[in-house]
């Protein structure tokens, strides 16, 4: 609403009041009695200020922060689905640990809240490292330069700036496509060039670790249909496949 309309609002309202205590007093005559019931009001008026102000703009606020972190899960679903899921794929196969990282993440449709939240606890401690080749970077590369455009789009979407691990990410994603977009010839480059590429690959690597446990968490809660789905195709398993099995929950 703007200025100029809740002033107006504000002017009818108080004519409003003045002029029903203006009926009042020339029905009833009786000033003493709209004293009474006039004060009797203004000593309410600060609990109900406080009663909208704490409850009402409390629970407004909750409402607002809900609609915000499911329209952010929306952009990280986004994310995953257009590129993110590839890169964690791309690098789960050059994990040194893959035993122990399909043992402690590889979540399935049938796990619990506890085993989601525990496998992302344990996922933000790790550090992960990979076996990169050339061949591997250059791979990397090419999927970054065609994914380079909706990268940069979601950079721009203000609501990352109230998700910062998910913004950690992308700086993290961003940050290798320029290291290995800056070399001419990547099956060439020095020893040094090479241990500083693997390093930035294995820091994007753990960031896409947790925010995709964290994302699975967030279908688990929400969508379970789709956790069915991205669970049993979780590229951290050692054997993702499409088809239900076993472990798939009931009515899944």
Known sequence: MRA????????????????????HYALFRDSRLLAVYLLYDLAFLPLEVLFVTLLVDRLLSAHERR?????????????????????????????????NLALSA??????????????????????????????????????????????????????????????????????????????????NVPAADFAHLTTDAERAY??????????LGHLRRSYPFLFSFAARMNPLRADPRAEVGVETAPGA
């Open 106 to 187: 590889a979540v399935a449709p049938a796990w619990s809240e506890r085993q989601m939240e525990t496998a992302r606890a344990w996922s933000a401690q790790q550090d992960f490292h990979l076996d990169v080749t050339l061949p591997h970077l250059m791979h990397m590369r090419d999927i970054l330069d065609e994914h380079k455009e909706f990268l940069l789009r979601l950079l721009e979407n203000p609501m990352l700036l109230e998700h910062e691990a998910f913004t950690d990410l992308l700086w993290a994603v961003f940050h290798l496509h320029e290291e290995l977009a800056a070399r001419v010839d990547l099956m």
């Open 4 to 23: 100029n309309q809740l002033r107006l609002l504000a002017l009818l309202l108080g004519l409003t009041s003045a002029a029903l205590f203006a009926i």
């Open 206 to 215: 753990g960031y896409l670790v947790v925010q995709w446990l964290a994302y």
């Open 67 to 99: 609609d915000r972190q499911h329209k952010m899960n929306m952009v990280i679903g986004a994310f995953f689905g257009t590129v993110g899921r590839q890169l964690l794929a791309e690098l789960t196969e050059l994990c040194r640990d893959r035993e």
